[in-house]
């Protein structure tokens, strides 16, 4: 017998509409839940005249259009983040020069080591950048907003190194601010689980909460949070990053888990198979081979479409698309828990 999908025709996303979503239909022949764009890498290695790679990027809707925060590694091998401007969402013009944050204390605002894998996350009146910041050398998560995406302020790292993969929510929850992170080391950290911290005010952080960790298979190094969580009457929909330690180095996969709406700490359901793993071309090869690392995620209440951002190989930026009736629908079904 046919399977029923029960949560077709339901609007689940609650969040606004995106008409001009970047989309393209599932193949006839895709058998996944997560369907590339035809046209991969919608961003090339070279967009600009500066850079080595652009990868893990953050893209959010910008009046009637899009814009966003790109990492570009330079041909310095410096970790930089830049802005850039879309009319799709999938042609881009990106900035040849990084970001210049305008900050209070050079101290934290001071470049040093790096700044990559941002993320962008639309909160109250503002556009909220996080990232792994580079504090006196060692990695943490730095944060940021603008409103314009001409001017960009740096605050206070939200918390001591080390850390990374830092994913604010798009609201208050319980009265206050919530952030995933993943504790790290200063290296390729082999280890990873991911945890959720609250904060009055943004800048103080704590109550700090476990969420979820290591699992088997493409998951069990290491995991991290990756776009912001979309939120949907099922839960928050979060879609994260899994490292496998092969005899050959670290896959990078991504799965989908559905958290608890009032207190995300409290995972319901978590998907054991991947959703998305290195299987192109331009994902096993590049200057780090197999990783698949999303950082952004479009949707659209009216439709279900989700368009995720994902960095391929450390070298290109790449698209895929999911329906989140489909994607509920297959975590909670293929749930580890
Ligand atoms: C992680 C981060 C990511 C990168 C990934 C694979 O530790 O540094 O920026 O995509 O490794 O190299």
């Not at 969420?211 to 991290?224: D, H, L, N, P, Y």
Request: glycine share 8%; with cysteine.
């Amino acid at each position: 017998m046919a399977k029923t999908n029960k949560n077709a025709n339901r609007r689940l996303i609650i969040g606004p509409e995106l008409p001009n979503i970047p989309w393209e239909e599932k193949p006839n022949d895709c058998k996944d839940v997560v369907w590339r764009y035809s046209r991969n890498p919608v961003i090339p290695r070279d967009l600009t005249a500066t850079s080595n790679s652009i990868f893990n990027s953050a893209v959010v809707p910008y009046k009637g259009k899009f814009a966003g925060v790109f990492r570009c590694d330079d041909k310095r091998r410096r970790m930089q983040i830049h802005k850039g401007q879309s009319e799709d969402g999938i042609n881009w013009e990106i900035s040849a020069e990084p970001i210049e944050f305008i900050y209070d204390d050079p101290e934290i605002g001071e470049f040093n080591y790096g700044r990559y894998d941002p993320r962008v996350c639309w909160l109250e009146d503002r556009y909220y950048i996080t990232w792994c910041n580079g504090y006196k050398g060692h990695p943490t998560i730095g944060m940021g907003y603008t409103y314009d995406f001409e001017k960009f302020y740096q605050m206070e790292n939200a918390f001591l190194p080390f850390n990374r993969n830092g994913v604010l929510f798009p609201r208050k929850i319980r009265g206050k601010y919530g952030m995933l992170s993943r504790p790290s080391d200063d290296g390729h950290t082999p280890f990873g689980d991911i945890y959720y911290s609250e904060s009055p005010d943004l800048c103080y952080w704590g109550r700090h909460r476990y969420v979820m960790g290591r699992a088997e298979g493409w998951q069990s190094t290491k995991i991290g949070a990756g776009p912001t969580p979309i939120e949907t009457t099922e839960g928050w929909l979060m879609i994260y990053h899994g490292v496998l330690t092969s005899c050959n180095g670290f896959v990078y996969s991504a799965g989908a888990a559905l958290l608890d709406l009032d207190e995300p700490w409290k995972v319901m359901y978590r998907t054991a198979p991947y959703i998305i793993s290195p299987q192109k071309l331009y994902e096993c090869v590049g200057d780090v081979p197999n990783v698949v690392f999303p950082c952004a995620a479009l949707t659209d209440s009216a439709t279900g479409r989700i368009a995720i951002y994902y960095g391929a190989a450390d070298t290109v930026t790449g698209l895929a698309f999911a329906k989140v009736d489909e994607l509920i629908e297959f975590t909670k079904e293929n749930s580890l828990i």
